[in-house]
Structures are given as structure tokens and as C-alpha cells.
């Protein structure tokens, strides 16, 4: 057992299993989209997540009719579950960002099969992400004031908040990501059109693949673009995340107003989204029966990337703690006391727990190519990552400058039908992606093979 | 019957492609192409693709016309139009535009890119005669194939046969459309 426990996978272990051909895997990954009945289990998660859809709709509407005082938000703590899930949203968008740009920057080969489950799970995310502010918002059919243009008001946003940049951000954001998959699924579009049988399917994806043909100079454009792409992208998602940091060090409450909150959120994001990751390719790899393409190697190295995470948060925690420990601000002392030993400590070592002591177990190897120990490890994370947006969330306004402005908040059956319906709603996204595009990124991988041949 | 687009030869591996397509050039064809499944090392090369710089510059134009036109639209607005004290601030307070600057100069530039790369190949074109060839069907899967279209100069229907058998050719088709 020790033995298998500390057994690093060899450096010659493939990335791809040697008996995968090109034919093999364009025709596998193809036919998951084209066949024509859907599997069974597709079936049944496809329907617990539209059912969670439909308990969105619902908490929406509700929501629309009675205003936000449905939640629990309240003063002193108005920013309860949305702005908390709004951030855990966006970090699990953002991670798929990171595996996907950031990756393809240093060359990871493990980055060609996983990236589209990525690109997948983050357009998912951030509908979701950013349904939340704007339901969040006392008037959400005003929203569209935060665009700056020209209106018989004559008035313009105040382009100096940071709650504006947020928004600037994650629209560039959504609409960057869109382009960024398309680039990159238009080959595999056109490996599935060339593949279809039925003339509904040849027109639908001919359509989709815009004509792609695969000459050389299609190719070179497309090579191009994505690598610089992907070198904007990486830049692009940090910066988002940590102007949402920035949405809370722009505030003055203790505990928030902290010039670490930036890199902070970027490296929950890190780990919350390299574990989303983990669970969605485990899902596909064993719903799609796609050991071949998805192998050990794969889960090693994305395991490695959430222990990084998990290593860069804890940093970040230490310094959380150290701050008000090493200043003067008594209400930035209380706040943290408070955090840790009063109202919110469960979640508070919980949470630790989770996201830090938890993950050290990937630093052995038999951990991280185990599939359930790391579905386990990952789910935990998630669940972690959303105690830790909660809690700093809500905490740091229960405990405000002025004792008796303190409170605390406590989440109503609609807060819950919420987080339950955005689920549903990443979830429906997701399956449909799984269903109507190719998962996995096919020119890519076919490189891996070949570079794998046998000389 | 339906005028000649061009001959096709489907090959196997992309080394074969490539030293067919090298063969190809030394023979003195220009208007052949190659269709592969993924993109092929050193094949942009041999066949003519059109100019390298031209994305690049064209996102790095996006950038910096992005860049201009959301610092623009944040000064016109704070500045010129709107002018609000914040706390005594400047009214064209750079740091502060810095952020959304910077997005959208990142927005502008992707969308140059996905924009000029379609347009600089040609998509989308949903039709195109090389899809009338059967063996073609491959080419976004596991085969490697090159076409020399019948307005090169030098087509020859017998020699361009001869040529892709001795290039060692898995099938060789004549595309009409």
C-alpha cells in the first residue's frame, strides 16, 4: 500500500492511450453528438438539472413580483447569497479560463483533451454569474443604465466604481469566451458535419462549421489567432476576478477593505475552478466511456493544479489572519475574531478544512489518480469555496464599525431556491453542451497522437 | 457532365503530405491546396497561405483602437459631459478608466481576431467544390489530402495522375462541380 501511495506516474506514461487512432477518435467523440438517443444517464441528469431550471424560474419570478425582500438580506447585511454566489460563479467560470488559456500558453499537453470541458463548464458559469447581480438588484429591469449610452436622462454611469468595472468585466468576459470556443470548436464542428447521416444533422452542423474545410491557410489563421487569444484570455480572467475583489477592498467594511482581496479571489478561483473541472471530466469520461482520451495523466496534473491552489489560498488565509492581527484597527480585529470564533465559525473551520487540510492529500500520487478520492476532494472544495464567499461576504457587515449596528443574516427558502436554481441552470447548460458539440477538442488531441506515434 | 475543379490524392500520414505537397512545388504546381484534419508542422510553408503578419496586426490594431474608443466614451462621459465630484478626484481620473480601458481594449482584440480570421479564410462559405469529392470527407478526420485545381497552368490530367500514384497516394479523384 505505501508502495502505491507514493508511486509517482511514470514520466513515459501516455497522455492518450497508445491504441486511440485518429479515425478511432474522431469517429468515438463524434458519435456521442450525433447518436441518435440520447444515453440514459444523460437523460436523467438532463431532468434533475431542468427541474432545478424550472425552481429558477419560479424564485425568479417570485422574486420580480415581490422584490428582494423575499431573501433574507437585510440591514445591516444587504449583501447576502447573490453577491456571495455571484463571486463563486464567476471563480468556477474563471478556473475553466485558467486550464484552458493559461495551458495552452505553456504548452501542457494534458490541457488538449480537458480544455473544451473547460470552455463547456465556463460558458455555463457565467450566465449564472451574471444572473446574480441582477437579481440582486432592487429594480432588475433597469440594468441596462450601467451601459453607457446616450438617453433622453441625460444621465451616465459612474465610470470611477468598481461595481461598473464588474460589469464592463464580466460582459467583455462572457462575449470574449464565446469567441474564444468558437475558435476553437470550428474544426471539430466540421469533423462532425462530414460525419453526420441524417440531413438534418449535415445542415444544422455544415451551418455551425461555417465551411471550414481544413486548408492550410484555414489553419494557420486559426492557429494564430487562438494562441494569441489564449494569451489574451489568461491576463483577461485575472483581471476580472480581481476586479471583483475589488468590489469588496473598494468598500470600507473591516475585513473587506484589504489590498491582498485581488489575487486572493484569483487564486480561489484556481482551485475552485480546477475542481469543477475534475468533476465534470470525470462525469464525461465515464458517462462518454472516454478512458482512452482521458486518462490518469490528465487527472494527475489537474490535481497538481488544485494543490497549487489550495497552497496559493492558504497563503492567502495566513495573510487574512495576520492582517488585523498585525494592525490597529480594533474593528478590523473584532471583525476577524468574530469570524473565526463567533456566529460564523463552523462555516469558518469548515470551510479550512475543506479547502485547505483536505487537499493535502493530493500531495500522493495514488490520491490523485484516484477518481473518487478526487471526486470527493473536489466536491468538497466546491462546497468550501461557497461557505468561503459566504462567509466573508456576510460576516464582515454583521460586524460593522458600530456594535450596534451588528446583526446577523439568515437565509430564506428562496435564498436556497436561488442557489438551487442556478444549479440548474449551469447544469441544463452543460448537459446540452455535453449533447451537441464535441467534448473533447479533437484537432488538438489529434496532435498528441501524433507526436505519441512510435517513430 | 460538370466542369473539372481539380484532382484530389488522399494520403495516410502528414509526412506524406508534406513531401507531396514539397514534390508538388518543385514540379512547379500553384494552385494545389491541402486539407488536413489537424494543422499540419511546416505545411504553411510549402503551400502558399497568404500573408503571417497581417492577424497579428490586425488584433494589435483592435487593441489599440478598443483601448482609444472605451477611454474616449469614460473621459467624454466624466469629463466633458457628466462632470461629477467625487471626492474632490480629477474629473479625468486615468486610474480609475484604467480598468475598462483595459477590457475592452481585450475585447476589441479578440473580436478583430475572430472577425479577420474568418474573413481572411474565406468563412463562412458554406459551399465550396471540394465538398462534391467523396474522399474529401476524411480529410476532417483522418486523412491528408491535397487537391490541384484545374486553373494551375500546368494541369494535366494524366500527369497529375501519374505524379500522385508515384507519390504513393491511398486514392486519387478528379472533383467535378
Known amino acids: 500500500m505505501a508502495m502505491t501511495l507514493t508511486n509517482e506516474l511514470p514520466p513515459e506514461a501516455p497522455v492518450v492511450a497508445p491504441d486511440v487512432t485518429l479515425t478511432s477518435l474522431s469517429e468515438e467523440v463524434s458519435n456521442r453528438v450525433l447518436m441518435e438517443r440520447a444515453p440514459r444517464w444523460w437523460g436523467v441528469g438532463f431532468g434533475i438539472s431542468f427541474a432545478l431550471l424550472m425552481v429558477l424560474i419560479i424564485q425568479l419570478a417570485w422574486l420580480f413580483i ?28 474563471s478556473g475553466g479560463t485558467i486550464v484552458s488559456a493559461l495551458f495552452f500558453l505553456t504548452r501542457s499537453p494534458w490541457r488538449s483533451a480537458t480544455n473544451r470541458i473547460a470552455e463547456s463548464m465556463l460558458l455555463s458559469a457565467a450566465p449564472c454569474a451574471g444572473l446574480m447581480p441582477i437579481m440582486h438588484l432592487g429594480r432588475p429591469g433597469l440594468f441596462y443604465w450601467l451601459f453607457p449610452y446616450s438617453n433622453v436622462m441625460g444621465v451616465w454611469p459612474q465610470m470611477r466604481s468598481p461595481l461598473l468595472w464588474d460589469f464592463v468585466c464580466l460582459l467583455c468576459y ?30 444544422l452542423y455544415g451551418i455551425l462549421a461555417l465551411g471550414w474545410r481544413g486548408s492550410v491557410a484555414e489553419w494557420r489563421n486559426q492557429r494564430v489567432v487562438y494562441a494569441i487569444m ?29 489590498t491582498q482581496f485581488p489575487p486572493y479571489f484569483f487564486f480561489g478561483a484556481v482551485i475552485s475552478g480546477t475542481a469543477v473541472i475534475i468533476m465534470l471530466t470525470i462525469l464525461v469520461r465515464w458517462g462518454y466511456s472516454l478512458q482512452k482520451v482521458l486518462t490518469e ?17 492558504c497563503y492567502a488565509y495566513v495573510w487574512e489572519a495576520f492582517g488585523p492581527l498585525y494592525g490597529s484597527d480594533v474593528a478590523d480585529k473584532t471583525e476577524s475574531y468574530q469570524r473565526m470564533f463567533g456566529f460564523t465559525a463552523p462555516l469558518f473551520w469548515s470551510e479550512k478544512i475543506l479547502t485547505v487540510v ?12 484516484s477518481q473518487l478520492l478526487l471526486f470527493l476532494i473536489s466536491g468538497g472544495i466546491i462546497v468550501g469555496m461557497w461557505q468561503e464567499r459566504f462567509m466573508f461576504t456576510t460576516a464582515s457587515l454583521e460586524h460593522n464599525y458600530m456594535p450596534s449596528y451588528w446583526g446577523h443574516f439568515y437565509p430564506t427558502l ?7 436554481g442556478t444549479i440548474g441552470l449551469f447544469l441544463t447548460m452543460f448537459f446540452l453542451f455535453l449533447r451537441f458539440a464535441p467534448i473533447i477538442s479533437l484537432a488538438e488531441v489529434r496532435e498528441i497522437i501524433e507526436q505519441e506515434k512510435p517513430k | 457532365m460538370k466542369d473539372l475543379f481539380g484532382i484530389i490524392a488522399v494520403f495516410r500520414t502528414p509526412d506524406e503530405v508534406t513531401s507531396a505537397a514539397m514534390r508538388l512545388r518543385q514540379s512547379g504546381y500553384r494552385a494545389f491546396e ?64 484604467a480598468v475598462s480601458t483595459f477590457e475592452f481594449m481585450l475585447l476589441a482584440s479578440v473580436t478583430a481576431g475572430f472577425v479577420g480570421m474568418l474573413a481572411a479564410s474565406g468563412l463562412p462559405k458554406l459551399y465550396h467544390p471540394i465538398f462534391e469529392a467523396h474522399a474529401f470527407e476524411r480529410a476532417s478526420r483522418d ?18 495522375h501519374a505524379l500522385f500514384e508515384q507519390l504513393g497516394a491511398e486514392r486519387i479523384e478528379e472533383v467535378r462541380a
Open chain 2, 34 to 97: 491541402a486539407y488536413t484534419p489537424y494543422a499540419v508542422e511546416g505545411l504553411d510553408r510549402i503551400v502558399d497561405s497568404g500573408s503571417k503578419a497581417f492577424l497579428p496586426l490586425l488584433m494589435f490594431a483592435g487593441a489599440v483602437l478598443g483601448a482609444a474608443l472605451a477611454y474616449w466614451i469614460q473621459y467624454w462621459d466624466e469629463a466633458v459631459n457628466y462632470p461629477l465630484n467625487v471626492g474632490g478626484r480629477p474629473y479625468n481620473s486615468w486610474p480609475a478608466f
Open chain 1, 414 to 420: 428562496w435564498d436556497w431556491a436561488a442557489l438551487a
Open chain 1, 230 to 258: 489564449s494569451a489574451i484570455m489568461a491576463p483577461m480572467v485575472i483581471s476580472v476576478h480581481s476586479v471583483v475583489g475589488l468590489d469588496y477592498a473598494g468598500g470600507l467594511t473591516p475585513g473587506w477593505h484589504d
Open chain 2, 143 to 160: 486523412r491528408f489530402v491535397i487537391c490541384i485545381e484545374a486553373t494551375d497552368p500546368r494541369f494535366n490530367a494524366d500527369s497529375i
Open chain 1, 297 to 313: 495523466y490528465h487527472f494527475n496534473a489537474m490535481a497538481k493544479v488544485m494543490l497549487v491552489g489550495s497552497l496559493m489560498l
Open chain 1, 66 to 93: 415581490n422584490g428582494i425582500g423575499v431573501w433574507g438580506v437585510e440591514i445591516p447585511v444587504a449583501w447576502g447569497f447573490a453577491i456571495a454566489e455571484y463571486v463563486w460563479w464567476i471563480a468556477l467560470a
Open chain 1, 358 to 369: 483536505v487537499p493535502q492529500l493530493l500531495w500522493f500520487p495514488l490520491v490523485r489518480r
Open chain 1, 174 to 203: 462572457i462575449l470574449m469566451s464565446t469567441m474564444y470556443y468558437y475558435a476553437g470548436i470550428l474544426p471539430d464542428l466540421a469533423t462532425v458535419r462530414d460525419l453526420a447521416k441524417t440531413r438534418s444533422k449535415q445542415i
